[in-house]
């Protein structure tokens, strides 16, 4: 089995030397996303809102992988400022609806372009 790199044309470029995701067999391992808009610009904002335009640019990766945000086995949500952790949350609870994947999330010092939210994945999908 080989590894399979996906980029996914709707979502932001990345921001360095990397795949916004791979896919190894049925699982994918997509690379944080951050709030960037489609050129890649950084769009700031509070963390609500990084965290709802992060979610969108996953949900893009995903979909360039053939899955969904359903189909996530595990997130890992980055952010700079624990005091956030409520308000992304709330977002994150939107996103996901029903579906309650496995979840870290983790205070870091920094995070690329001055973003205060970063979202990884590690979805499941057929074939």
Known sequence: MSVELITAAEAPPAVGPYSHASRHGGVVYCS?????????????????????????????????????????????????????????????????????????CVAVAQLPLGATVEVEAVAAISG
């Open 32 to 104: 944080g996303c951050l709030a960037l808009d489609e050129s890649g610009v950084f769009l700031g904002g509070d963390a609500a809102a990084q965290a709802r335009k992060a979610l969108s640019n996953l949900e893009k990766v995903l979909a360039a992988a053939g899955a969904g945000k359903t189909d996530v086995l595990k997130t890992v949500v980055f952010l700079t400022d624990m005091a956030d952790f409520a308000a992304v949350n709330v977002v994150y609870a939107e996103f996901f609806g029903e579906h309650k994947p496995a979840r870290s």
